[in-house]
């Protein structure tokens, strides 16, 4: 049988994120999205859900109160950005605390676990971990509202993004994007394993860096300085990198 679904979260890219994954696992079935705590409670006293995707951080009433006042609440994983629920949410009982940005490999080490709950271990899930990966940061995208409209950027293009104080651009094989953001922003939401924070006005895709030094990295014609107190851990990931790649 399907594990029944629901995704409750304030951030539209984080309800896409979430959604896409569950889609991709052939045991899960989503019946729900919904952008409120509030809603969330009307939807689990008329629906079946057997795994709540729940984030912390809501208007009005948050992920943990929302939990607190469910009579029999279904399995919960935490979804959030702040690292200081962690403890209250164990004590609640939840199955996992995944923080943003999630990784689909993070996403799939939490339905393991509710597969072990539920006694069903999937052994293939491990199997094919590696090749859905690959297939959902292909398919990943952000919109960015630039020029009075939401233009859609796949992370797979991004080259690098650069700050503009109150704004971003953000560079691509084939285009370049401006838009109203802030760069702390951006880092939160790209998954980490794919793009780091080189300086304080850029961040890199490491897939597309094809030369570095101490002090700049070289991508597409493009030279980015390495920020003095960015330096020690970005040399520490590229060395990583060219060591798996050995």
Same mark, same amino acid.
């Given at each position: 049988?399907?594990?029944?679904?629901?995704?409750?979260?304030?951030?539209?890219?984080?309800?896409?994120?979430?959604?896409?994954?569950?889609? +991709?696992?052939? &045991?899960?079935?989503?019946?729900?999205?919904?952008?409120?705590?509030?809603?969330? /409670?009307?939807?689990?006293? +008329?629906?079946?859900?057997?795994?709540? /995707?729940?984030?912390?951080?809501?208007? !009005?009433?948050?992920?943990?109160?929302?939990?607190?006042?469910?009579?029999?609440?279904?399995?919960?994983?935490?979804?959030?950005?702040?690292?200081?629920?962690?403890?209250?949410?164990?004590?609640?009982?939840?199955?996992?605390?995944?923080?943003?940005?999630?990784?689909?490999?993070?996403?799939?080490?939490?339905?393991?676990?509710? $597969?072990?709950?539920?006694?069903?271990?999937?052994?293939? =899930?491990?199997?094919?971990?590696?090749? =859905?990966?690959?297939?959902?940061?292909?398919?990943?995208?952000? $919109?960015? &509202?630039?020029?009075?409209?939401?233009?859609?950027?796949?992370?797979?293009?991004?080259? $690098?993004?650069?700050?503009?104080?109150?704004?971003?651009?953000?560079?691509?094989?084939?285009?370049?994007?401006?838009?109203?953001?802030?760069?702390?922003?951006?880092?939160?939401?790209?998954?980490?394993? !794919?793009?780091?924070?080189?300086? !304080?006005?850029?961040?890199?895709?490491?897939?597309?860096?094809?030369? $570095?030094?101490?002090?700049?990295?070289?991508?597409?014609? +493009?030279?980015?300085?390495?920020?003095?107190?960015?330096?020690?851990?970005?040399? +520490?990931?590229?060395?990583?990198?060219?060591?798996?790649?050995?």
């Amino acid at each position: 049988m399907k594990i029944r679904c629901a995704i409750v979260d304030d951030e539209p890219l984080a309800l896409d994120v979430l959604e896409n994954y569950i889609q +991709k696992i052939d &045991k899960l079935e989503l019946v729900a999205r919904v952008d409120n705590a509030v809603e969330a /409670f009307n939807l689990l006293n +008329k629906t079946q859900v057997d795994l709540l /995707f729940l984030d912390i951080q809501m208007p !009005r009433l948050t992920g943990l109160e929302l939990l607190k006042n469910i009579f029999r609440p279904p399995k919960v994983i935490f979804t959030t950005a702040y690292r200081e629920y962690a403890l209250e949410g164990y004590e609640l009982d939840v199955i996992d605390y995944l923080l943003k940005p999630i990784s689909f490999e993070r996403f799939l080490k939490a339905i393991n676990k509710v $597969y072990m709950l539920n006694g069903q271990m999937n052994p293939n =899930l491990s199997m094919q971990g590696s090749k =859905l990966m690959e297939e959902s940061y292909t398919d990943a995208f952000i $919109y960015l &509202k630039a020029d009075k409209k939401m233009v859609k950027v796949l992370l797979k293009d991004i080259l $690098y993004i650069e700050s503009l104080k109150d704004y971003i651009r953000v560079k691509t094989s084939t285009k370049s994007v401006t838009a109203y953001q802030r760069i702390s922003y951006m880092e939160e939401k790209l998954p980490e394993d !794919r793009f780091m924070r080189i300086h !304080r006005s850029y961040i890199v895709s490491k897939q597309k860096v094809e030369a $570095y030094s101490t002090t700049h990295i070289e991508l597409a014609n +493009k030279e980015v300085p390495i920020g003095r107190n960015y330096r020690s851990a970005v040399l +520490k990931a590229l060395n990583q990198n060219n060591l798996m790649k050995e």
